[in-house]
């Protein structure tokens, strides 16, 4: 009886310490009517759990993706209670280079994209307001001002008077530079407005940010000192009396090796060109008038692929810069369904998510669609996975700008390096067939030339491949008769679960 008073009469002393009284580990929910700051700790080379990592491409393996869609139930339900989260925000890939090879940081962005399509987002589809709400929310990755990495290239003001960066689609920077991570979450801080706020980052960005916050605002919080695992999570709920409260949350999670199997088959379908005519062509240097290009590559392929889903509604107006709920369908399916129509790949390749923004009629956004569509597909196959981060796409509105058509072009086409490789390319639809026409043309010859809407992507094809393949000569084939085969009026509308 003495130790269970004993016991009791320290716990109340406990509360009533300042330093102690915002603190607890606990499985409980986080309150609507607070302003919650929840940090995600994703995975990287210096700190992970074991076997969460690659450590040959740094990035996700197949536990550490496992985990990601594991944590992202868990994070929805145990966390917010089902309730819709406000803004997700993660750190720029190109913001931290692993390994001598230097690998961008896809882990974080990742780690977090399950629990994305989690969440509901109604989009303006028209000038009258109508709205469609799909199973997607955007994910805050662009690079602030002061914040782009030495050799990338910097965002493009995606309208004429646009900004060059984004205003409010920002995410975090890993080096931190100019300070832009605490101005952040300073801005949602003072701002006042309920809600759940997450980040994804590495142990060393999200420790400093707890630390920033802690001494900025004076909380007296008793933070963890000490790297414990992918599967905890650390949340400062703030109330409307600005005393807030860290809460620690520990997942237990038991993530299988393997890589995901889902839920259940989804019907696979042949290629029929049933949205872009079938091509293909040949140009031989010598043959009606060819001239191979100075500095083409060799012995190159590249299969070049559309992000996954993306616009649900019946006029494909939905935008948010994300893919939707059955795109992760496509994305998580590519990795076994790729396997016996295209010849394996060395290396996988995409846009720098934090490169390109735009506004849509609900707010800016960051586009990372493409580089989540295949992030999966690398993960299964062990491939190393590089951004184009020196390559500007431009502005998402003009996919089809001459001198953005010819400078990726020539990216992937010249130089020499992709010669002696095969690649998978992921990117955006409206600027593909630019930048192939511009391979072709380079060929010249007497050939008859392409019909002025040759460029143009149907909206409703998700699973068109364009092969370009460049021999040991820089003779080139391309066509477009491989598909995905995956039919989107299959894929369900909600995540497969695990």
């Known amino acids: 009886m003495y130790r269970v008073i004993r016991s009791m ?3 109340f002393v406990l509360m009533l310490l300042p330093a102690c009284s915002g603190d ?9 009517d607070n302003v919650n700051l929840i940090f995600v700790v994703s995975p990287d080379m210096a700190n992970n759990t074991p076997g969460d990592m690659n450590p040959d491409t740094a990035s996700l393996s197949n536990q550490g993706l496992q985990r990601s869609l594991m944590m992202a139930t868990y994070l929805k339900q145990q966390v917010l209670g089902g309730e819709n989260v406000s803004s997700i925000y993660t750190i720029s890939p190109m913001s931290h280079l692993q390994t001598r090879d230097n690998y961008p940081d896809m882990a974080a962005i990742g780690f977090i994209q399950q629990f994305a399509l989690l969440n509901q987002m109604s989009s303006s589809i028209d000038a009258n307001g109508n709205l469609y709400t799909g199973n997607s929310y955007p994910i805050n990755v662009s690079y602030a001002e002061g914040g782009v990495p030495v050799g990338v290239a910097e965002p493009a003001p995606p309208l004429p008077g646009s900004p060059q960066y984004c205003p409010d689609c920002t995410g975090l920077d890993f080096g931190n530079a100019g300070g832009n991570n605490e101005t952040l979450v300073s801005t949602i801080i003072e701002n006042q407005i309920p809600g759940y706020y997450i980040f994804s980052a590495p142990w060393e960005t999200t420790e400093a940010l707890l630390k920033y916050i802690n001494t900025q605002y004076g909380f007296r919080l008793t933070l963890p000192t000490v790297y414990m695992g992918t599967d905890y999570l650390y949340a400062i709920s703030i109330p409307s009396s600005g005393k807030a409260r860290l809460v620690t949350y520990n997942a237990n999670l038991n993530p299988p090796t393997t ?9 696979s379908s042949v290629c029929t060109n049933r949205f872009q005519p079938p091509f293909s062509t040949t140009r031989v240097g010598g043959v ?3 001239i191979i290009p100075s500095g083409i ?8 692929v559309r992000h996954a889903e993306a616009h649900p509604d019946p006029g494909f107006k939905f935008e948010n810069g994300n893919y939707v709920a059955a795109g992760q369908w496509r994305a998580l399916m590519l990795a076994h369904i790729l396997r016996d129509k295209i010849i394996s790949p060395d290396v996988v390749y995409s846009i720098d998510p934090a490169g390109t923004w735009y506004p849509t009629r609900d707010g800016n956004v960051s586009y990372v669609r493409p580089s989540l569509t295949v992030l999966p597909y690398a993960i299964a196959n062990n491939l190393p996975y590089y951004l184009a981060a020196d390559l500007s796409l431009g502005s998402a509105f003009t996919p089809t700008d001459e001198n953005i058509a010819q400078k990726t072009s020539d990216y992937f086409f010249t130089g020499g390096k992709f010669s002696n490789q095969t690649v998978l390319l992921a990117w955006e639809s409206g600027h593909i067939k630019p930048f192939i026409k511009k391979l072709i043309d380079s060929y010249g010859g007497d050939y008859q030339p392409l019909p002025e809407d040759w460029t143009d992507w149907p909206s409703e094809d998700y699973d068109t491949i364009w092969s370009v393949a460049l021999d ?3 003779n080139v084939s391309i066509d477009n008769l491989l598909c995905e085969g995956i039919d989107s009026e299959n894929l369900p509308t909600t995540v497969p679960l695990f």
């Open 297 to 304: 590559n060799t012995n190159s392929r590249i299969y070049i």
């Open 9 to 11: 009469f320290l716990c």
């Open 472 to 474: 040991g000569q820089g």
């Open 288 to 290: 009606n008038g060819v």
């Open 259 to 267: 890589y995901p199997v889902l839920p259940y088959p989804v019907k």
């Open 24 to 32: 607890s580990n606990s499985n409980s929910l986080l309150s609507v």
